[in-house]
C-alpha cells in the first residue's frame, strides 16, 4: 500500500477519534463549497484553577461545585480537585496530591457540592472534569475574613488556564497590598512575564521578567514588591512565554475591605462592565490601552429605564500605554446599571474595570467588576444563598429574552426556571428563581433564547453586625460546547 493511501487513513481515523465520526469528502469540482455547516458538540474536557484564598487566620472559605446539563455530553465522566504546592515544595506537587483530601467532591451535573476550610494555610486548587461533568463545569471560591486588611467577603469563580491576562484596578498605593496569584496545572514548568503600568505608562521594575511557576504549583507576588511607585491605579499585564497558568489579583485595602479582580475581557472597542450595585457610594472606572493610538470613549449607563449619559463624564480619554482612573461617584443613584463604554470615532481596544465601594465611614466594603464577555448560549453563577443574591442582567444593544434556572441546592430543593425580557439599552435586577424546598445554596444558569448580546454578573452579599459584606462575578460564556466542522461521508477520496 503507498505511503500516501496510508496517511489518508491515518487522518480519517483521527477525524473519528475527534468527532466520533469519519467524515471525509471531496469538492464537487465545481468549486462550490459543499460542506455542512459545523455542529456545535459538548467538550470533553475542562480545567478549573483556584487561588490560594487567603493569608488571614480569620478567614472562613466555602467551595461550591456545579457543573449545568448538557445535552449530548457522555453519560459518564469524572471531576476532581487537587492541591498546587506552593513555591519551592511544587515539585512535589505530585505526590503530594494523591494524599491531599480535596475540600469539594463535584457531584453528577445538575447537582451542586459544596465544602469548607478555615485559616490561612488553604492552598492553591488545580480542578480537571472530564465527560459528562466538564461543559459548564463552574467552582465558586467564597471567603470571609472577620478582621484586618482585606476583611468582608472575597469571591472568585475558579478559571481555566491561559496564556495572557489583563488586570486594570490593581494598585501599589499606600493602604493597598495587591497580590497577583498564578498557578500552573501542567507537569512541566510555565515562564511568566509581569507588566505594570501606571498614569505616565510602564512602571520600572525586573522582578516580573520570567517567573518561574513549577509544575502544579502555585507562586503569589506582592504587586508593591515589583515597583518602586506608589500608584492608585495600576494594569497588571500577564504574559506567558512558555506554558500555561491561571491568573487572578487579590486586592485587599486597609479601610474598605477587599476582593479578588479577575481578568478584564480581551481588548475591544466596545465594552460593558455589568451589575454595579445600585446602592454603591463610590465607584472608580479604570482603564488601559495596550496599543500605541490613544482612545475616546462615550461612557453610559444602562439603567432600567434606557442608555443615560453620567452628567460630567460624558467622555473618557485614555492615553496609549497610560492607566486612566476616573471617579463616577454614585453613579446608579439607587437604581439597577452596567457601564456601557463605546468608541466616539475609530476603535481602539481597551481593557477595563471598575472598584465598587458600598457603605461609609468606617462600614464600607469593596468590590471589582471587570469587563466582560457576554452570556452566549450558557453562563453559570454557583453558591447562590437563599438571600443576599442579586443577578444584574444587561441588553447594550438589541433587546433580548433569557431563561435563568435554579439547581436544586447542595442538601436538597427542587430546581426552578424562569424567563425574562430585556428591552434594549437596559439593565434589570432580577428577582432570581430560587429552589423549592431550598437546603445550602445552590447554582445559577443563565441562557440567551433570543434578541442580542446579554451581559450578566451575580452580586452575592452577606451582612454582619457591622457592613454588609459583597462580592460580584461576572457570568462570560461557560464555554461547554466547541464547533466541530460537519462534513459528507466520502471514503473514495482514498483512492485517489
Excluded at 485587599?252 to 481588548?267: F, H, M, Q, V
Excluded at 444587561?394 to 447542595?410: F, L, N, Q, R
Amino acid at each position: 500500500m503507498k505511503r500516501t493511501t496510508l496517511s489518508l487513513i491515518a487522518c480519517a481515523a483521527a477525524l473519528a477519534a475527534v468527532t466520533g465520526f469519519a467524515a471525509v469528502a471531496t469538492p464537487d469540482g465545481s468549486g462550490a463549497d459543499t460542506a455542512a455547516p459545523a455542529a456545535r458538540l459538548p467538550v470533553e474536557r475542562t480545567s478549573l484553577l483556584c487561588p490560594a484564598p487567603s493569608t488571614s487566620d480569620l478567614a472562613e472559605t466555602r467551595y461550591t461545585s456545579f457543573t449545568p446539563v448538557t445535552k449530548g455530553a457522555d453519560e459518564k465522566g469524572e471531576a476532581a480537585l487537587t492541591t498546587a504546592a506552593r513555591g519551592d515544595a511544587a515539585g512535589d506537587a505530585k505526590d503530594d496530591e494523591k494524599a491531599a483530601k480535596p475540600p469539594v467532591e463535584p457531584k453528577e451535573p445538575g447537582t451542586p457540592a459544596t465544602g469548607t476550610t478555615s485559616g490561612s494555610d488553604t492552598p492553591a486548587l488545580i480542578g480537571t472534569a472530564e465527560g459528562a461533568r466538564a461543559p459548564g463545569w463552574t467552582v465558586q471560591q467564597t471567603t470571609e475574613v472577620a478582621a484586618g486588611t482585606g476583611r468582608g467577603l472575597q469571591g472568585v469563580n475558579c478559571t481555566a488556564p491561559d496564556t495572557e491576562f489583563w488586570f486594570p484596578g490593581a494598585s501599589t498605593a499606600a493602604g493597598r497590598t495587591d497580590y497577583v496569584h498564578l498557578t500552573n496545572p501542567d507537569d512541566s514548568a510555565a515562564v511568566v512575564d509581569i507588566e505594570l503600568y501606571g498614569k505616565d505608562g510602564a512602571l520600572e521594575s525586573t522582578v516580573g521578567e520570567g517567573v518561574t511557576v513549577p509544575p502544579h504549583g502555585t507562586e503569589s507576588l506582592l504587586l508593591s514588591t515589583l515597583a518602586d511607585v506608589k500608584e492608585t491605579d495600576v494594569t497588571v499585564h500577564v504574559g506567558v512565554r512558555s506554558g500555561r497558568v491561571g491568573a487572578a489579583v487579590q486586592a485587599l485595602d486597609d479601610k474598605t475591605g477587599g476582593d479578588w479582580l479577575t481578568a478584564a475581557a480581551d481588548p475591544a472597542g466596545d465594552l460593558v462592565l455589568p451589575g454595579i450595585p445600585k446602592d454603591a457610594t463610590a465607584v472608580r472606572l479604570v482603564l488601559f490601552t495596550p496599543g500605541g493610538t490613544d482612545a475616546d470613549l462615550k461612557v453610559r449607563l444602562a439603567s432600567p429605564s434606557g442608555l443615560i449619559t453620567p452628567a460630567g463624564h460624558e467622555t473618557v480619554h485614555v492615553k496609549a500605554g497610560m492607566t486612566t482612573g476616573v471617579d463616577l461617584g454614585e453613579v446608579t443613584r439607587g437604581e439597577a446599571g452596567s457601564l456601557v463604554l463605546t468608541p466616539t470615532d475609530g476603535a481602539v481596544p481597551v481593557v477595563a474595570a471598575v472598584r465598587v465601594v458600598r457603605g461609609k465611614g468606617g462600614e464600607q466594603e469593596s468590590a471589582f467588576i471587570p469587563a466582560t464577555d457576554p452570556v452566549g448560549a450558557r453562563a453559570t453563577a454557583a453558591d447562590n444563598r437563599a438571600k443576599g443574591t442579586t443577578l444584574a442582567l444587561t441588553a447594550p444593544g438589541e433587546g433580548a429574552e433569557v431563561k435563568v434556572t435554579a439547581s436544586a441546592g447542595t442538601e436538597g430543593g427542587t430546581a426552578a426556571t424562569k424567563t425574562y425580557t430585556l428591552k434594549a439599552g437596559t439593565t434589570q435586577n432580577v428577582e432570581a428563581p430560587v429552589p423549592a424546598g431550598l437546603k445550602g445554596s445552590y447554582a445559577l444558569t443563565v441562557e440567551t433564547v433570543s434578541g442580542g448580546p446579554v451581559h450578566a454578573s451575580r452580586t452575592l452579599t452577606v451582612a454582619d453586625d457591622d457592613v454588609a459584606s459583597f462580592t460580584v462575578q461576572t457570568l462570560p460564556d461557560d464555554r461547554g460546547t466547541v464547533s466541530v466542522p460537519n462534513a459528507e461521508e466520502d471514503l473514495s477520496v482514498l483512492q485517489k
